[in-house]
């Protein structure tokens, strides 16, 4: 295994679940996959109901004070942990979950460089309180809307952590280019054929004038940025070039937009 100054750059993460089975296919394919096999990132399953000491292994029970749905034991939700600690001492303890903190490019850069995450995922109602007061650092949230259990969620977070898993992106590719890195979203991209079904790719690709490809890729993700989020562009770093270009952008988008007498609604009255 590769390593820095004594300190190896394996991630190694432990999830806790009650549906190992849900994360097989996601993490042996494509990138997630080849982090595995390369030694860069280490996942284990923790089998939540395979510490429960009821007699048919439940892991869930009705909540008090009623209501619908079921709430997991806290029981088999410590112990899973306690085994998950004794293999990873210095992991950082996560709980995916609605109330938790934003998951951002940030939040996902600075986990890579844990020594360690163990991810609780919740299923039905959510987990007992006692044990998440017990046992979870942080709880960490993918967006703002509900899912059936934490599962996906920590899938999410565990791809876009891996990221910044340094080798695990080729030599080529940086997580530093891609959207939102630069505050931007990312241009269009093209591959062969030069003309589909009438359609071309533009022509300032194929020529070969990388200062021209670069100046249009730039242009692009303004363009793009401008027309789905908006919002970005306050906080992006925008050289005095990128604001004449947005300027132009404007100027364009303004020229395109249909005036008020061509639409349809438009009444004189
Ligand atoms: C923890 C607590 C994550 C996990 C509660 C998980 C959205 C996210 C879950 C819940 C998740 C996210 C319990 C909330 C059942 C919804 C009806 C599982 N949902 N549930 N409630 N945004 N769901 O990261």
Redesign the pocket.
């Known amino acids: 295994m590769r390593t820095v100054s004594g300190r190896s750059l394996c991630l190694k993460i432990n999830i806790l679940t009650l549906f190992p089975e849900m994360f097989s296919g996601v993490f042996s394919a494509s990138i997630l996959g080849r982090a595995r096999e390369q030694g860069l990132l280490d996942v284990a399953f923790t089998d939540i109901r395979s510490f429960s000491e009821h007699k048919h292994k439940n892991a869930d029970d009705y909540p008090f004070g009623g209501g619908a ?1 079921m709430v997991m034991l806290a029981q088999p939700v410590l112990d899973a942990m306690a085994a998950a600690r004794e293999a990873l001492p210095g992991a950082r303890r996560i ?4 109330r ?1 903190r934003r998951l951002t490019t940030e939040v996902a850069r600075s986990l890579a460089r844990e020594e360690g995450l163990i991810l609780l995922c ?6 007992d309180q006692r044990a998440l007061d017990a046992c979870i650092d942080e709880e ?11 599962e996906l ?1 920590a899938m999410v977070l565990t791809d876009a952590v891996c990221r910044f898993i340094p080798g695990v992106l080729g030599s080529e590719e940086s997580p530093e280019e891609e959207s939102f890195s630069d505050g931007l979203l990312e241009y269009p991209q093209y591959t062969r054929p030069r003309e589909l079904r009438g359609m071309a790719v533009p022509e300032v690709l194929l020529n070969g004038n990388h200062a021209l490809i670069q100046a249009w890729r730039r242009r692009e993700s303004l363009r793009a940025t401008l027309r789905f989020r908006p919002d970005l562009l306050a906080s992006a770093p925008l050289s005095p070039k990128d604001r004449k270009i947005l300027e132009e952008l404007r100027a364009e988008e303004a020229e395109n937009m249909p005036s008020e007498e061509d639409s349809p609604c438009f009444s004189e009255s």
């Open positions: 749905g709980y995916l979950g609605p938790g919740g299923h039905y109602e959510g987990v960490i949230s993918i967006g703002d809307y509900i899912l059936t259990g934490g969620a």
